[in-house]
């Protein structure tokens, strides 16, 4: 025990060293520079895409010939190939009053299209973040308001340097969560069955209080994160009583470099513990309460020409679980008996992890490759679902405020429990690789 | 016979007084060597000012080298934010000052922003207060200082 106080001491100590402004996702998003901020910064970015598959069609089951949702591109599943502005963020961000560093702002509206101007009934323009922050107990900064959680890497870092067009599948599945009112176990043909979701994507965000700062010692930076949320994603205000709890770690050895691209070496590992309610469970109506636990550890690497990164994540709870049969939610069955619902398993387990790897041919070109895999709902032989992805990619950089992103993923996806010649399997079978290409411009 | 020695004593120290007033040298302890002597102006509410008026002081002494110039950096009115406590500039104003650039602040604008803030804002430990900044502008380009205002 003393031994344990000991190391404790010394890490306290080591902490305390000094404070610095670091560049990392918690100070970059929810801190300005201090007495050299300005009171209010415009800034954003648009993402126009294209984004393509072969377009199979479901090889077997009550949807059979029907569009496959997995090779429609989302987040309107009406097409497989398709441009469309995928994002379009402009914001504004600052101290508000210049003489007092101990309070900066940041506001962010989305007007692209996707999950979170898509789904739940969304809207054309919707606030992605609105929050302020305090900086006046030492080592203990606050942000109240919407914005990112202390979490996933994929999910924490700016999107707009993120490295592909898309998301991992464990990150677009499990950890962008969709907030669903039922399990999607309700059958017919009425427009509920469907179970669209009732609130706009999670899109790793939510509205709450988190305490966070960063310290330096020596080339090290540490940095910590807890926050306490609604658990409701971007929707304003909550839909039950019961909050979600985060919490954060990220140690890091600085290279040099400075912001979003800055060089080192961080190790981070997260936690998130929350409720959710459904109100139609296994065929029965009424609210039932569920845990949602997410967490993981991984690393990230980007020194000279190099970049690397890895993570590995698990779900407890509150799985998603695509859509019957494999179709577009909504569908109706070739029979004419029944509508596709979105699925949840309440109940179920996952996990996931990726290796990223990037080089930097030269100034202006990085060539990407990074291998994902999903185990999905791992709590029953038949029910699991793995997903594995190889994404190609190449980043063209046109100045540091502009790229281009082009990506090819070979996408594969299998039931374990099933024989290879089980509906299951023969839908997952028609899964195409997907072509994309994204610009980026950012103002 | 003394009165007639004094007359060309007086009239070659009054010489000597006007000719040192119409050009003026600085005179600095801190740059004896110093061949060029700048002061560089920020009153800008800019940042990205801040960020331009470290850089040109650090390019002038790349050029000329730390014992050949001697620069003073007046920071008044919006500008002064560079001097504070906190600004996230402090490792290079730490670097220049070790290299002998001079920071001046404006006790005007402190008193400003006193009021404003309700307490006196903390300063730089390496800034000099000056009764006005530009009152210290003026003295320095009397004295022969260049005047850049970035």
């Known amino acids: 025990m003393k031994k344990f106080i000991g190391y404790a001491a010394v890490l306290t100590a080591s902490m305390m060293t000094g404070s610095a402004h670091a560049a990392n996702w918690l100070m970059l998003q929810g801190t300005e ?7 209010a910064k415009v800034w954003g970015f648009i993402q126009p895409e294209f984004q393509s ?16 949702a997995f090779n429609m591109i989302g987040p309107d599943l009406d097409s497989s190939d ?13 101290t508000g009053f210049g003489l007092d560093s101990g309070v ?9 299209n996707n999950g979170i101007t898509k789904l739940g009934g969304g809207g054309a323009v919707k606030a992605t973040d609105a929050s302020v922050t305090f900086n006046y107990i030492p080592h203990a900064r606050f942000r109240v308001g919407l914005f990112k959680t202390p979490g996933s890497e994929e999910g924490l870092m700016a999107i707009h340097v993120f490295n592909y067009v ?15 009112a039922e399990d999607g176990s309700r059958t017919g043909t009425d427009k509920e069955v469907t179970n669209a979701p009732v609130s706009a994507i999670g899109a790793f965000r939510d509205i709450g209080v988190q305490v966070f700062d960063t310290f330096k010692n020596g080339n090290w930076e540490h940095s910590y994160a807890a926050m306490v949320g609604n658990g409701n994603g971007i929707d304003w205000s909550d839909n039950d009583s019961n909050k979600d709890y985060y919490l954060y770690w990220a140690s890091e050895l600085v290279f040099g470099g400075k912001k979003a691209r800055r060089q080192g070496w961080k190790m981070f590992a997260w936690y998130n513990d ?21 967490w993981g550890f991984g690393t990230t690497y ?19 679980n695509g859509s019957d049969g494999g179709a577009v939610a909504g569908s109706l069955n070739n029979a004419g008996t029944s509508r596709a619902s979105l699925n949840m398993l309440p109940e179920d387990k996952a996990d996931g992890w990726y290796v990223d790897l990037g080089y930097k041919v030269m100034p202006q070109l990085e060539l990407d490759v990074r291998y994902d895999i999903l185990h999905r709902g791992t709590e029953t032989d038949k029910g699991q679902r793995d997903f594995e992805t190889w994404t190609l990619g190449a980043q063209w950089f046109f100045n540091k405020k502009a790229r281009l992103i082009a990506n090819y993923e070979i996408r594969s996806a299998e039931a374990p429990g099933w024989s290879s010649s089980a509906p299951p399997n023969k839908i997952l079978d028609g899964m195409d690789d997907r072509f994309s290409v994204q610009i980026l411009a950012i103002f | 016979m003394k009165i007639k020695m004094a007359w060309p004593c007086l009239l070659f120290l009054a010489a000597l007084f006007l000719s040192a007033g119409a050009v003026a040298e600085p005179d600095n302890e801190d740059k004896p060597f110093a061949e060029k002597h700048v002061v560089l102006q920020i009153s800008d509410p800019n940042p990205f000012k801040q960020t331009l008026v470290l850089n040109v002081a650090n390019n002038l002494i790349k050029h000329y080298g730390q014992d050949k110039i001697d620069i003073e950096i007046v920071a008044f009115g919006p500008g002064l934010r560079l001097l504070l406590a906190d600004n996230s500039n402090l490792s290079r104003i730490d670097g220049l000052s070790s290299q002998g650039v001079r ?21 730089n430990p390496h800034s000099t207060r000056v009764s006005a900044g530009v009152v210290r502008i003026m003295d320095l380009v009397d004295q022969g200082y260049t005047l850049i205002k970035p």
């Open chain 1, 104 to 112: 900066n702002y940041f506001l962010l509206v989305e007007a692209g």
């Open chain 2, 103 to 123: 920071f001046s602040a404006c006790s005007n604008t402190i008193k400003a922003f006193t009021k404003k803030l309700g307490k006196e804002p903390k300063l």
């Open chain 1, 33 to 39: 520079s201090s007495s050299s901020a300005p009171r």
């Open chain 1, 274 to 294: 929350g409720t959710r309610t459904l109100e139609y469970v296994n065929g029965v109506a009424g609210k039932q309460e569920f845990d949602r636990k997410r």
């Open chain 1, 53 to 68: 598959t072969s377009g199979t069609e479901l090889a077997a089951g009550p949807w059979k010939g029907q569009d496959a």
């Open chain 1, 302 to 320: 980007l020194k000279g020409k190099w970049r690397a990164a890895a993570e590995f994540t698990w779900a407890d709870g509150m799985i998603f």
């Open chain 1, 82 to 94: 398709t441009f469309q502005i995928r994002r379009a963020r402009i914001g504004v961000r600052g």
């Open chain 1, 166 to 180: 898309n998301f991992t599948s464990m990150a677009r599945q499990q950890l962008l969560e969709r907030f669903l």
